[in-house]
């Protein structure tokens, strides 16, 4: 069975567990990570030698990326629907995928350890943080707005797991002068019917 190492707190973790939930795949989960045993471990390291959750291992196949095992799952299991196979329809979920991990995420990670974590932060960090996460969640809503159901057009997609966590991470941080997104709002609702997204998406911003 698909091994995932990682505690469900980590919206890393949360991404492949939401993924394997939409591909039916039964998972033995092992807490790593967060306030359970450290990724330090020398087991851990040598499967993931950043010390980071989550990471899976499929059979002889070990992977770590959170992003990255969510696309090998729908590859690995023909799900066409999530990843599609056209190139350019593939290249739009990937460039959604991308830009919340390199654009999204390091623009959050201030205000977030800071307002959630409570790490000390110069408050001017926090604010400029605070000031691009809204900036990029608008690009969002502005893109969404664009009469779409889903971030890349009309059919639920990886992108969408990916955003939609980033979009309630956003939404559950007390973060000052949060512009209303009426766009991101109503996405949210239309994945929060999903049975999935239900279990693994909307739960805890860590
Ligand atoms: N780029 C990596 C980042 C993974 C990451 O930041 N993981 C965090 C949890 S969300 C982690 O392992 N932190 C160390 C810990 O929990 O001990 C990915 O997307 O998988």
């Not at 995932?4 to 567990?17: E, F, T, W």
């Not at 990886?158 to 002068?177: I, K, Q, Y």
Request: glycine share 8%; proline share 7%.
């Amino acid at each position: 069975m698909l091994r995932v190492l990682g505690q469900p707190a980590s919206i890393n973790v949360r991404k492949v567990l939401w993924t394997c939930a939409e591909i039916g795949l039964p998972i033995e989960r092992e807490d790593w990570g967060g306030d359970t045993r450290a990724p330090t471990a020398p087991g851990f390291l040598a499967l993931n030698p950043n010390a980071m959750v989550p990471v899976i291992v499929d059979g002889t196949q070990v992977l770590w990326e959170s992003n990255t095992i969510c696309r090998y799952l729908a590859a690995q299991h023909g799900r066409v629907d999530l990843l599609p196979n056209a190139a350019g329809e593939r290249a739009k979920v990937e460039q959604w995928m991308d830009w919340q991990i390199a654009e999204l995420n390091p623009a959050w990670r201030a205000a977030f350890v800071a307002l959630v974590r409570g790490r000390p932060v110069p408050a001017d960090e926090v604010a400029a943080s605070t000031a691009q996460w809204h900036r990029l969640m608008a690009l969002l809503d502005a893109h969404l707005g664009d009469g779409r159901t889903h971030v890349c057009g009309e059919a639920f997609t990886l992108a969408d797991v990916v955003l939609g966590l980033s979009a309630n991470r956003w939404h559950h941080t007390p973060l000052a002068g949060r512009p209303g997104l009426p766009a991101v709002a109503a996405w949210l609702a239309r994945l929060a019917q999903r049975p999935a997204c239900r279990l693994h998406g909307l739960n805890g911003v860590a």
